[in-house]
């Protein structure tokens, strides 16, 4: 089980002192059974007058920053360390009923589904429900989990990975016309796609880290996009297709969503000439932990380190 220690730093740049508004800070992972935080720090400079911490409606961890002073430059660090549980593709099980597509999720489950099923971009040529609807096979055995996975890896190999730095995200149908786009363009593309064909399906905004030195992976160095897919007998389960991963090896979530817009890691305000900003610069590193700090035996000792973190 990897214990990573993941550094996420954004430092914004102003020509002269502006006036600093709220910003909402999305960096903290997730807790869950499959990534365990063992402690967490958020430095900010220059301090905040006030620093609240919310959930979110999903869930997220989010924090409330505001200033009531005007500073040239602002910097963001956020530190966390976890034990990270990968789970790999042959470790995805589906109920029964579920295995072959198409199928039809439980009553129970489905009134808390629904707003991950429903449509968020409009397909009035029914694009994206042409391009979904080609992974289906005609002869009515198309295997679930062989559909998905298709889709994803199809999306690795037939599409550019291009870095954009600017805010916003294509279009799904603009997605497919370019045959390009960043991780979160790619990951807009499949969710969509899915929900063409009756799956819930929610966007997760979060970090990749390379398992092995054999393996290479697209999106490091900074906020990496992927989704999540809820599965019968499973749950959420994680699909990466610009790297082509299923399940969450290599794949640390901070934040779940049901669209990009409401996973934005740092968003705020400041005041001032439209000259003054000069520039943003992001930098995520993820690596590998020294267990000595984390002793897996101490359960006591990791147990207070956590209790610690928390209070941050």
């Known amino acids: 089980m990897p214990l990573l220690t993941i550094r996420h730093s954004t430092a914004y740049r102003y020509q002269q002192p502006v006036s600093l508004g709220e910003h909402r800070i999305m960096m903290r992972p997730r807790e869950a059974f499959d990534q365990r935080l ?20 999903f869930g ?10 005007r500073a040239d430059s602002l910097v963001i660090v ?10 790999a593709q042959q470790h995805v099980d589906v109920e029964a009923y579920a295995r072959l597509f198409p199928f039809t999720y439980s009553a129970e489950d489905m009134p808390d589904l629904l707003r991950s099923i429903e ?14 609807r080609a992974f289906v096979s005609n002869d009515g055995n198309t ?26 995200t294509q279009s799904p149908i603009e997605t497919l016309n370019k045959r390009q ?28 880290y390379n398992p092995s030195r054999s393996e290479g992976v697209v999106g490091g160095g900074n906020t990496h996009a992927w989704v999540r897919i809820f599965l019968p007998g ?4 994680e699909f990466d297709p610009t790297n082509g991963i299923v399940g969450n090896r290599g794949l640390i979530r901070v934040a779940v969503a049901r669209d990009p817009y409401q996973a934005i890691p740092l968003s705020g305000t400041w005041f001032g000439l439209p000259a003054s900003f000069l520039g943003m610069d992001v930098t995520v590193d993820v690596r590998r932990a ?19 973190a928390l209070g941050k």
């Open 78 to 87: 956020s530190e966390a360390t976890l034990e990270h549980a990968p789970i």
């Open 234 to 237: 499973s749950g959420w389960v």
């Open 60 to 69: 997220n961890s989010v924090a409330i920053a505001l200033f009531d002073r």
């Open 181 to 208: 786009g960043t991780c979160r363009d790619f990951a807009l593309l499949m969710i969509e796609g899915v929900r063409a064909l009756g799956f819930a399906a929610r966007f997760v905004s979060g970090y990749v």
């Open 143 to 168: 295997e679930t989990i062989a559909l998905l996975t298709s889709m994803a890896m199809s999306i690795k190999r037939d599409f550019t990975y291009v870095a954009r730095h600017e805010k916003g």
């Open 119 to 132: 449509r968020q971009h409009l397909d009035p040529g029914r694009v994206v429900d042409n391009w979904a």
């Open 38 to 57: 063992l402690s967490a720090r958020l430095a900010i400079d220059p301090e905040p007058t006030e620093l609240r911490w919310l959930h979110d409606v």
């Open 290 to 308: 020294d267990p000595d700090e984390f002793p897996s035996s101490g359960l006591g000792a990791v147990n207070s380190r956590l209790a610690g």
